[in-house]
């Protein structure tokens, strides 16, 4: 029997690739966008959910459930980005990137675990981010989200293996999607303390996502967690020296690490 799926955000970028890419293999895929009714000729199905709206995170489970009868995989993919300097970025901002890409993946996770528990099988895989390992400069309260997520991961994995339930972290570097449009930018101020050196670094971060990986080497790795009968409990996909950093922060001293980074990113 095809293991039946359920992708957030996945009208575009990696949901959209993991989503053709299980197509094919033969998954009964269900993507979801906030407004599926505006996007036509989707490669597989979309309903609307909204991570921000729990009345549409049930919703959309409720859908998938009564057509299919069970909910095998749920790929907690939908997520925002922010960037800017910490003390110069709208913390209402913050508050919405943080129910985007944690609440949100939590209100999703508690949406199906009933259905999994039910049927004492079940995987989910939280799509975090190799910037959730350390806290990138002006990316700060964005690694801070996806480092939340991870950890959250850790303990509800623990938590729900009893019932037959599997979970796991898939941690991508850049790859080329939209994620860059969109984002929620801090302005550059002029005059501002922070000026050039958030200038430079907003050109290094598209510029990284312009020259990113194709999105269905992530497909290919979450195909691949798929079908092992015990995923670890992270994976990073990406560029050999960005799943090399998280190793390198493991072994240096913090301050020969932070000097690294501030190299990096020219600060």
């Known amino acids: 029997m095809s293991k039946v799926v359920l992708i957030t955000g996945g009208s575009s970028g990696i949901g959209k690739a993991v989503g053709e890419f299980l197509t094919k293999k033969g998954f009964n895929v269900y993507g979801t966008s906030r407004d599926a009714s505006q996007i036509k000729n989707h490669p597989f199905p979309l309903v609307s959910l909204d991570v921000r709206k729990p009345s549409t ?5 409720a859908t998938v459930i009564k057509n299919e009868g069970r909910l095998d995989v749920l790929i907690n993919n939908a997520g925002m980005g922010i960037t800017g300097p910490i003390e110069e970025t709208d913390t209402e901002e913050m508050r919405r990137l943080f129910d985007t890409n944690f609440f949100g993946a939590i209100d999703v996770m508690k949406a199906v675990l ?3 528990r039910s049927q004492q099988s079940g995987l989910i895989i939280n799509v975090t981010s190799i910037a959730g390992y350390m806290g990138l400069p002006f990316r700060g309260v964005y690694s801070a989200s996806k480092g939340a997520l ?4 850790e303990a509800l994995r623990m938590e729900v293996k009893q019932f037959g339930v599997q979970i796991t972290n898939v941690a991508p570097g850049d790859f080329a999607t939209n994620i860059a449009a969109g984002r929620y930018h801090a302005p550059v101020i002029k005059k501002s303390p ?4 958030y200038q430079l670094n907003l050109d290094l971060m598209n510029a990284h996502v312009d020259g990113g990986k194709d999105p269905e080497i992530m497909a290919k790795a979450i195909f691949s967690i798929i079908t092992k009968n015990t995923p670890r409990i992270h994976y990073k996909v990406g560029e050999f020296m960005q ?16 000097k690294l980074l501030m190299n990096h990113y020219k600060l």
Do not use: C, G, H, N
């Not at 922070?194 to 050196?197: D, G």
């Open 57 to 61: 995170i049930e919703s959309a489970v």
């Open 114 to 116: 009933p259905q999994m």
């Open 150 to 153: 991870e950890l959250v991961t």
């Open 194 to 197: 922070y000026e050039a050196s």
């Open 243 to 258: 799943k090399f950093s998280i190793v390198l922060k493991r072994i240096l001293p913090d301050t020969w690490y932070e």
